[in-house]
Each structure stands twice: as structure tokens, then as C-alpha cells.
């Protein structure tokens, strides 16, 4: 089946970039998206790259994809302490319910 | 703005009790999902619906039914809680991709324990 990966841990100081990482297997996916889950609470959208593109630009968020690999990154640029969270990779499945498919997702940490 | 709302943040029960969890979702979204999020293992899609009264098993469908009779309610129902469906459970809700990007837009979770 579909399967997602990511590393489970990230520790970085305030201020330096972050870079999240996430291989996929299904390579059918249209969006994929990330998603940030602060302590206790559920996933917010944080931005999502459509698969014709390489990268996308959000403020200080960059995504990366490499769809021959199948990789996905998520750079912080300028990492604050409110960046601590866990970020999940999601690769949209398409199809009317365009399911997603997700990672354990990984704890960022940011020391001050 | 979409809002997703999740009847209990927290929600204590007994093994053997039918637990009903509610998740209402104001977008006229067709599609609604339940996942289970445990650590090492993150989301974990229980159930999903794409249109009133129609559901699918997702990957891990055992010990839970749902019920979709209005479209902007979904229920995640534990038929006889046991003590390994402790978890935090998210609702989710999205339009068809049809219509172009369509994200999942989740609720705040329910923290369920079973005592």
C-alpha cells in the first residue's frame, strides 16, 4: 500500500532554518500538502504544492518536491520557538475523496 | 473560514460502553473522515464518507461503525470501548477534487480514554 516516511525528531536553535523531510510511494498524487500540529491541538494547513511544480514560496515557508524520487521537504527559514510543532507530510491520493496519506510526522523543536 | 467542530476535547469512558464521538463540519463538504492518532504511528484513517448514508471502511475500521445522516454531521461510534482504542481522534472534512485543490480541514481532536 501507499506509505509515507519521515523522520521522527528535528532540533534546531531560533533563528537557523529547518529543513523537514518526507519520502512517499504513491506517485499518483496531484497535491501534496504539509500540516502543523501544535501540542494539543488537531492539524492546521500550513501550504501544499501542486506535482507539476518544483517549489513554492510562502513567506518563510519554501516546499521542495522531487516527484521522481518522491521526495518532499519543508524549509523554515528564520525558525522561532512558536515553529515547535509536529509537521506532517500528506500526498493527496486524488479521486473525489482525495484521501491523504500520512507520516508519523515529526517534532520539531526550536531552542532559544 | 472552515470550521470543523469536535464535541468533546476530552472524553473519559469505561471498557464496554458504546462511545459516541460528533464532528460537525460547516462548509457543506462532501467528504468527512475519522483518524486515530497514536505516537510513532500518526494518522490512521478509521472511516470516511463522501455523500449522506455513504461510508467506507478506511485502514483501520475494527471495533468502530459510523453514521452520516446529515451531511455536515459525521459519528465515530465504538461499539464496546476497550482499553486499545485510548487515542486521540480527529475529524476531518474536504470537497471533492473535482473542483480543484481541495484540502482536509481538521477539528481540534478528542482525547479518549477508556478506562
Known amino acids: 500500500g501507499e506509505d509515507v516516511e519521515q523522520s521522527l525528531f528535528l532540533s534546531v536553535r531560533e533563528g537557523d532554518s529547518s529543513v523537514i523531510n518526507c519520502t512517499y510511494t504513491d506517485s499518483s498524487s496531484t497535491y501534496l500538502y504539509w500540516y502543523k500540529q501544535e501540542p494539543g491541538a488537531g492539524l492546521q494547513l500550513l501550504t501544499y504544492?501542486?506535482?507539476?511544480?518544483d517549489m513554492k514560496q510562502d513567506q518563510r515557508l519554501t516546499v521542495l518536491l522531487n516527484k521522481k524520487d518522491k521526495h518532499l521537504s519543508l524549509c523554515i527559514a528564520d525558525t522561532q520557538t512558536g515553529d515547535s510543532a509536529i509537521y506532517f507530510c500528506a500526498p493527496g491520493l486524488g479521486g473525489a475523496t482525495n484521501k491523504l496519506i500520512f507520516g508519523t510526522g515529526t517534532l520539531l523543536a526550536v531552542q532559544p | 473560514d472552515v470550521k470543523v467542530t469536535q464535541s468533546s476535547r476530552y472524553l473519559v469512558k469505561r471498557t464496554g460502553e458504546k462511545v459516541f464521538l460528533e464532528c460537525v463540519q460547516d462548509?457543506?463538504?462532501?467528504?468527512m473522515f475519522w483518524y486515530r492518532q497514536d505516537p510513532g504511528l500518526g494518522l490512521r484513517l478509521i472511516y470516511f464518507?463522501?455523500?449522506?448514508?455513504?461510508?467506507e471502511k478506511g485502514d483501520i475500521p475494527e471495533g468502530y461503525s459510523v453514521s452520516r445522516e446529515k451531511k455536515e454531521r459525521f459519528s465515530l461510534i465504538l461499539e464496546s470501548a476497550s482499553t486499545n482504542q485510548t487515542s486521540m481522534y480527529l475529524c476531518a472534512s474536504s470537497s471533492p477534487t473535482g473542483t480543484g485543490n481541495q484540502p482536509q480541514h481538521f477539528g481540534d481532536g478528542t482525547r479518549l480514554s477508556i478506562l
Open positions: 504544492i501542486f506535482s507539476n511544480m
Open positions: 462548509m457543506d463538504h462532501e467528504n
Open positions: 464518507s463522501y455523500d449522506v448514508k455513504m461510508k
